[in-house]
């Protein structure tokens, strides 16, 4: 059975739609992606794992760890892998939606960083022209530059691109302050109505977030030379199923 194809603003709406986290009582289901990495490599990507929180850079510290032939969610780690679920910045779709600002998804990108600001996307890939998670694409290009961003405060970060209709804004405003008490966050910009977010347009009598990308953890991961295979929007977990990076 050939199965129609289906862009990823649309799968993005249908896994938004069945987020039940609450930030204020940090319960709920959240949407999570699985990397595998080297099982002998977990240590040291776990460390730049760490790392990479510690510089703001992940939108979540919470993670699980699964070893060889454990399963996460319906699949089994296979044999000489570890498997890493973190937490995909699409959750804070799901919260703005549930507390009845609905977000229009864009596009993921890259964004170039100085001096620790946010400066422009430098790349961008559109939710309605693909089928394939952006920040994934983008990760395998090599055009990152997560270490230089931890080290420095100088390179290139992935991030999602959101629009909003002008009179959610107080709403917005209230998730995102309710999020950023919580273990769940990265919001790295937000634009003023009818004006562009870094550089991009957004549409008449709306306005743009820029959300750190989940995937941001394992694109320095690969930029330290380790081998990492990345699945993005794997599905929902509840989130207490999690514990914080530096638990391991």
Known sequence: MN????????????????????????????????????ADD??????????TYRAGISPSGLVQIFQTGEKAGGY????????????????????MIRRGAPLHPIGGG?????????????????????????LELLVSQEITNVSGVIATGR????????ECHMEAESTVAAVIEDLERSMIAGVLEIGPPNAPILGFTCSPQYFGIAILGGTNVMAAVKEGGYHVEINSLKGLIDVSSLEPIHHF
Request: glycine fraction near 6%; include cysteine.
């Open 110 to 134: 890259v964004v170039q960083i100085e001096n620790g600001t946010p400066r422009r996307f430098t790349d961008m890939v559109l939710y309605d022209a693909t089928t394939i998670d952006p």
């Open 155 to 162: 390179g290139n970060v992935l991030a999602n691109l959101r």
């Open 76 to 95: 089994a780690v296979p044999k000489g892998k570890a498997g890493i679920c973190t937490i995909c910045s699409i959750t804070l779709d799901g919260v």
């Open 3 to 38: 199965h129609p194809l289906k862009f990823l603003n649309h799968l993005i709406e249908e896994e938004a739609m069945q987020v039940t986290y609450d930030p204020a009582e940090n319960e709920g289901k959240v949407i999570y992606n699985l990397s595998l990495v080297d």
């Open 42 to 51: 977990l240590d040291a990507v776990v460390a730049i794992m760490k790392e």
